[in-house]
């Protein structure tokens, strides 16, 4: 079965620091995509940061990186210079070849002034 | 690019009436849609995956007459709660994928039974 695990359910931050929030998967496919998810209390669901599985470099998008492990199947999201409009629900999610999407339980993420 | 809608934005219903939820993505042909549920403070259920023409595949657990699903086209997905009931009131959000393995969400439905 495939599962995704968030260890940490609540994080914060001081703004203008970095946060790292922490992922693993469990699967035995060898082809996957990997996402970050960000649902702010609007409860709109944004992407935040693909990878994929057969790439080796981290994925970057401005202030948010990955650090991918693929062997250890971990995946985690570094925010970095955190802002306030970054509070919100992050959740790790998984996916491969039935396009269904395995979400882990999330982070609650606060960014205190 | 990528825009999914949904509507309504959030509705109150008297228990045992149905409600019609609808998702559509703006500006793309959506290959697949989905629905999810979600509880406060938890997770994205996935409840049912459509793909247009064709019946819904519902997930484990998830009551096909309860929850009608219909897929009339390629930017337009419809769940249903049928006879609905307090415990049904839950956060509803669709989404759509064009492929690529990515999805688009839609913005959620607050259903709220009475």
């Known amino acids: 079965a495939q599962t995704v695990t968030q260890s940490q359910p609540e994080m914060s931050v001081q703004e203008a620091e970095t946060v790292t929030l922490s992922c693993t998967y469990d699967t035995s496919e060898s082809n996957y995509y990997l996402f970050w998810y960000k649902q702010p209390p609007s409860r709109q669901m944004i992407l935040v940061i693909r990878q994929e599985a057969y790439k080796q470099q981290n994925a970057t998008e401005n202030r948010f990186s990955v650090n991918f492990q693929k062997a250890a199947k971990s995946f985690s999201l570094k925010i970095s210079d955190s802002q306030l409009g970054d509070t919100a629900m992050y959740f790790c999610a998984f996916i491969f070849d039935t396009d269904k999407l395995i979400f882990g339980t999330g982070t609650r993420l606060q960014v205190f002034p | 690019g990528a825009v999914v809608s949904q509507h309504p934005s959030r509705v109150i219903c008297k228990s045992g009436t149905s409600v019609k939820i609808e998702c559509r993505s703006l500006?793309?042909?959506?290959?697949?849609m989905f629905w999810y549920r979600q509880f406060p403070k938890q997770s994205l259920m996935l409840m049912a995956t459509s793909n247009e023409g064709s019946k819904a595949t519902y997930e484990q657990g998830v009551e096909k007459d309860k929850f009608l699903i219909n897929h009339a086209s390629l930017t337009l997905s419809t769940l249903t709660v049928t006879s609905a009931h307090p415990e049904d009131s839950s956060f509803y959000i669709c989404?759509?994928?064009?492929?690529?393995?990515?999805?688009?969400f839609g913005p959620g439905t607050r259903l709220t039974v009475l």
């Open positions: 989404s759509a994928s064009r492929g690529l393995n990515e999805q688009f």
């Open positions: 500006d793309f042909q959506a290959t697949t």
